[in-house]
């Protein structure tokens, strides 16, 4: 069982940049695909990108895409998505979650995920 804690979340005005992190427990990160997802209140979870277990692979959702990136480092078992260029509509909690799917969008295609962190970007 791998268990998934995010942190970097908070509050930033439109333009400015943040960095979360998700470290996992467990021996196992470096043999998952990892993904971030999304969920603003209302809306279903939505994909961010997501990143193969090597790290040499990435995929990106067109609305971050340019944006967003995601890095690994697996001996310090921790994933990251830096957002730059943040606007209101990113506002939404995030999570990361791990796959055997590599880059599958589905949230279904995922086995264990963190409890979120929230963004909020103020206009």
């Known amino acids: 069982q791998v268990q998934l804690v995010e942190s970097g979340g908070g509050l930033v005005q439109a333009g400015g940049s943040l960095r979360l992190a998700c470290v996992a427990s467990?021996?196992?990160?470096?043999?998952?695909?990892m993904g971030w997802f999304r969920q603003a209140p209302g809306k279903e979870r939505e994909f961010v990108g997501g990143?193969?277990?090597?790290?040499?692979?990435?995929y990106y959702a067109d609305s971050v895409k340019g944006r967003f990136t995601i890095s690994r480092d697996n001996a310090k078992n921790t994933l990251y998505l830096q957002m730059n260029s943040l606007k209101p509509e990113d506002t939404a909690v995030y999570y990361c979650?791990?796959?055997?799917?590599?880059?599958?969008?589905?949230?279904?295609?995922?086995?264990?995920w963190g409890q979120g962190t929230q963004v909020t970007v103020s206009s």
């Open positions: 979650a791990t796959t055997t799917s590599a880059f599958s969008t589905n949230p279904a295609a995922y086995i264990y």
């Open positions: 467990g021996r196992t990160f470096s043999r998952y695909d």
């Open positions: 990143i193969s277990w090597s790290g040499g692979s990435t």
